[in-house]
């Protein structure tokens, strides 16, 4: 009687990040405009700043504001398909733990976001950044996937309240910006020390431990109230 | 009377005496600060009404994990009610605070202060409560967002605060410490009376509002059941649970 048998949580949420990779994969919908908008925030910051490069705290900013804004992209059409194309119902319908759509699409989100930073944080590097990345790069990276971490579980957690609303990519933004402040206070000044000139490697431990617990608590929180967003 | 009006008057008079008596001891009482002058008094209304605010909010994300433990409206109507009147106090300490700050340190807004900044994100946060129930038309969808809503950002406010206050250094004065603080004795005592006064009104008004909401949903029945369905006009959609 092995068919029958309800699916396993990791053999679900395999099941409906397959699914959403192979989807993008296939639609190259998301992630290029995702980058688009990225390339494309750099340049306006290169005329807005008036500058040919940055460093320090302003250049940790700017990445910051460039990463979140392609984030914003993917955070709103994250749910958007299954909308539209009644995937809500049919996940509802399978006999699997609900929370595991959570995680599912989080880590899609999270993939999202780091084929972004792999184009993105090299272009900003080569069109903005004075100081070389290089030498930093494994505490960027570490800086980096804690924020990614954030923005992947507030962003799943907003888009899915907000994709229920009239007003949807209204709802999203203003809600989801509140929620990831904290996050990105962290990632900001975490990144900051590392890009300037000659100066430290690895980010302040003070920021890595915020993020990190930031990261986690709202893992949890996300994880406990999730199923009431998809009850029907 | 319903359960929310019971002990409504007893309540409201306590309020009334309560801050009668915080604002006579602030002006007649408690001694002028040596450095900022008659300007130091509104700390007795800024700081009262800012811890009233933070607290309603986490009120409101506590009743807001009734609602969704328990799937029964009454919750979701008190959690709403909490958010609401915490953000009308949130408002009134940005404003208090913008007077305050002006008067002593010559800016209408200083960023390097991290309690006024975390405060204006939590209230960036919660003005966005209104807007989510607006936007969604289903009733108990919209009470279970909104409670999931409001169990997310409760939680939020305290690590909203560590976030910020690590960002920055202190300049807000520092007279609440958890170590007992700074604040010379008649100044303690009037602030301890300011705050239960501030904490009162929020319950008085809490309560009241309750009540309206129960009695207009109790007239509303009552007319259905006595004059049909047609005589009470369809609910409009509408923010405000009821």
Request: hydrophobic share 55%.
């Amino acid at each position: 009687m092995r068919e029958n048998r309800a699916p396993g949580t990791w053999q679900t949420v395999v099941t409906v990040l397959r699914k959403d990779l192979l989807l993008e994969l296939r639609g190259l919908e998301t992630v290029p405009a995702m980058v688009l908008l990225a390339l494309t925030t750099l340049v306006v910051f290169h005329f807005g700043l008036g500058r040919d490069t940055i460093d320090g705290q302003l250049a940790a900013g700017v990445l910051t504001v460039t990463l979140l804004f392609a984030a914003m992209l993917g955070i709103n059409r994250l749910f958007v398909a299954e909308r539209e194309q009644g995937g809500f119902d049919a996940f509802l319908l399978a006999p699997v733990d609900r929370s595991t759509l959570l995680v599912a699409k989080a880590l899609a989100l999270f993939a999202f976001l780091v084929v972004l930073e792999v184009i993105a944080v090299p272009a900003f590097g080569l069109l903005l950044l004075g100081p070389p990345l290089g030498r930093v790069l494994p505490g960027l990276v570490a800086m980096l996937v804690l924020g990614d971490v954030a923005l992947a579980v507030i962003g799943t957690l907003v888009s899915a309240i907000a994709v229920h609303t009239r007003a949807r990519d209204l709802i999203g933004p203003i809600i989801g910006l509140p929620l990831l402040l904290p996050a990105l206070i962290g990632m900001a000044r975490g990144v900051g020390p590392l890009l300037v000139a000659h100066g430290s490697s690895w980010p302040p431990g003070k920021w890595v431990l915020i993020l990190a617990l930031y990261d986690v608590v709202f893992a949890l929180l996300s994880y406990a109230v999730f199923d009431f967003l998809l009850e029907d | 009377m319903s359960v929310y009006g019971r002990g409504l008057r007893g309540l409201a008079i306590a309020t009334v005496l309560t801050i009668t008596a915080a604002f006579a001891l602030v002006f007649f009482y408690a001694p002028l600060d040596a450095d900022q002058g008659f300007v130091q008094k509104i700390f007795y209304v800024h700081v009262p009404m800012a811890i009233t605010a933070l607290c309603g909010f986490v009120f409101g994300g506590v009743l807001g994990a009734m609602y969704l433990r328990t799937g029964e409206r009454k919750w979701d109507i008190r959690s709403y009610v909490a958010i609401h009147m915490a953000l009308i106090f949130g408002v009134g300490t940005l404003i208090t605070g913008g007077i305050w700050a002006k008067a002593s340190w010559g800016h209408w807004w200083i960023w390097s202060d991290p309690t006024l900044t975390s405060f204006l994100i939590v209230m960036l946060l919660f003005a966005t409560y209104q807007p989510l129930r607006f936007s969604i038309e289903d009733p108990e969808r919209q009470s279970r967002y909104a409670s999931v809503f409001a169990v997310v950002a409760g939680a939020f406010v305290p690590l909203n605060f560590i976030a910020v206050r690590a960002a920055q250094a202190y300049v807000h004065p520092r007279v609440l410490t958890l170590a007992g603080g700074n604040l010379p004795g008649p100044m303690r005592l009037t602030f301890v009376i300011a705050l239960a006064g501030m904490g009162l009104l929020y319950v008085t008004l809490w309560k009241y509002e309750m009540a309206a909401k129960a009695t207009r949903m109790q007239v509303r029945a009552l007319r259905r059941a006595l004059l049909g369905e047609d005589s009470v006009a369809p609910l409009k959609r509408s923010a405000a649970p009821s």
